[in-house]
Nanobody, 126 residues
Framework: QVQLVESGGGLVQAGGSLRLSCAASGRTFSTYGMGWFRQAPGKEREFVAAISWTGSTTYYADSVKGRFTFSRDNAKNTVYLQMNSLKPEDTAVYYC???????????????????WGQGTQVTVSS
């Protein structure tokens, strides 16, 4: 069982930055692939980024590529999403998720994740 707690969301102006964190419980955290997804009001949940269990491979949605960076610290059971050059369209609730699939392009799909956090709100004003 893995429990995930996100933090770091907030209100920021367009062009600004935020860093989201997701702290995980469980001694097997380092074996999980991790992902960030987001859901804006009235829209479906969408993939943002994923990282392999070693941290050596990352995957990004085209809409955030070059602006967001996903990293992990397995010693701290924590993953981070550094978000730069934020745009109003990045406004959403951001969810951290953990997958028993440690690596692979299927980490882009929400159905591959077994554990989800409760989400943190990110609001980008224009």
């Amino acid at each position: 069982q893995v429990q995930l707690v996100e933090s770091g969301g907030g209100l920021v102006q367009a062009g600004g930055s935020l860093r989201l964190s997701c702290a995980a419980s469980g001694r097997t955290f380092s074996t999980y692939g991790m992902g960030w997804f987001r859901q804006a009001p009235g829209k479906e949940r969408e993939f943002v980024a994923a990282i392999s269990w070693t941290g050596s491979t990352t995957y990004y949605a085209d809409s955030v590529k070059g602006r967001f960076t996903f990293s992990r610290d397995n010693a701290k059971n924590t993953v981070y999403l550094q978000m730069n050059s934020l745009k109003p369209e990045d406004t959403a609730v951001y969810y951290c998720a953990a997958s028993l699939r440690g690596v692979g392009v299927r980490l882009r799909y929400g159905s591959e994740y077994q554990y989800w956090g409760q989400g943190t709100q990110v609001t980008v004003s224009s």
